[in-house]
């Protein structure tokens, strides 16, 4: 089995829709795919309708959440997506997603960049628009030559010039909510440095007790060593190891399957869910 358990579609900011990311994941030669937008499952019921045969769908979201000043990403899978706290809490993160845009905006017009709040908008079309989405107006007005090079203290990065902070979940809460809907919660690439601070081990230590199921290892963001690191301390704290390629269309270099999670801790992730159920395919059209 190829199981690919971090992807992206329009819904939040990535470039295909619910339904081509699930018409794609069946070419690739997935057999699960896991959609993962941040902090929404909007897409859901898309890609549900649209789910080829032979492919099963794992419903998630992958939530924003902040330690110690310290940004990061937790996913949640399977997971009740009605539960009223964890609902609560996602539309709070979300409502504040587009004043934090737009401060972005504002300080990226002080140091005369020409982008406007109706450019960031267009990009972002209906999903939850955040940093990607700036990045981007970046690179159409030539600004950046990729949406990478706008994750720097330059300009996008956590304490750029242009960073704004926005309502961001405690991970411990995260977790207790996760947990609350009967889902089962991964901590998304916490390696990964180029994108700024890392969680330390002492904190991810401190969520396995609080009931963190696992953490993403294989991923583009990891090198060779941290992989190491990161297997070597999950297995330490008893936590599941998930590879994912973090898949965002054409907006990342990602590719979709690029990391792939073992089998067994899929099945062993389906068995501890209990807020919903993976999907099979329906026979959609390829």
Not at 25 to 37: E, N
Not at 110 to 126: K, N, S
Not at 157 to 166: H, Q
Request: glycine share 10%.
């Amino acid at each position: 089995m190829r199981i690919d358990l971090h992807t992206h579609s329009t819904a939040s900011d990535g470039t295909d829709s619910p339904a081509e990311l699930v018409r794609k994941a069946a070419v690739t030669g997935l057999d699960v795919v896991a959609l993962t937008d941040h902090d929404t499952t909007r897409g859901h019921a898309e890609a549900i309708a649209a789910l080829p045969q032979g492919v099963t769908l794992v419903t998630g979201a992958e939530l924003s959440c902040r330690i110690d000043g310290i940004s990061m990403h937790m996913l949640a899978y399977l997971f009740d997506a009605e539960e009223p706290a964890l609902l609560a809490e996602r539309e709070l993160v979300r409502d504040d997603r587009v004043p934090r845009a737009q401060g972005m905006i504002a300080k990226l017009q002080e140091l005369g960049v020409p982008v406007t709040w109706e450019q960031v908008a267009r990009i972002a079309g209906d999903g939850s628009v955040g940093r990607p989405h700036v990045a981007s107006a970046l690179v159409e007005l030539g600004v950046v030559p990729t949406v990478n090079d706008a994750f720097t203290q330059d300009w996008l990065a956590d304490g750029g010039r242009v960073f704004v902070e926005k309502h961001e979940t405690d991970p411990f809460e995260a977790i207790r909510l996760i947990k609350g809907a009967g889902g089962v919660a991964v901590f998304a690439h916490p390696g990964a440095s180029k994108r700024g601070l890392t969680v330390p081990e002492a904190a991810i230590a401190e969520m396995a007790a609080a009931g963190l199921d696992g953490v993403e290892v294989d991923h583009m963001d990891h090198d060779a060593d941290t992989r190491a690191r990161l297997r070597g301390l999950a297995k330490e704290l008893g936590l599941l190891v998930t590879g994912s390629s973090d898949y965002h269309g054409s907006r990342k270099t990602c590719v979709l399957g690029e990391y792939t999670t073992d089998p067994e801790v899929y099945g062993e992730i389906t068995r501890r869910a209990f807020g919903a159920f993976p999907v099979p395919g329906a026979g959609g059209a390829v």
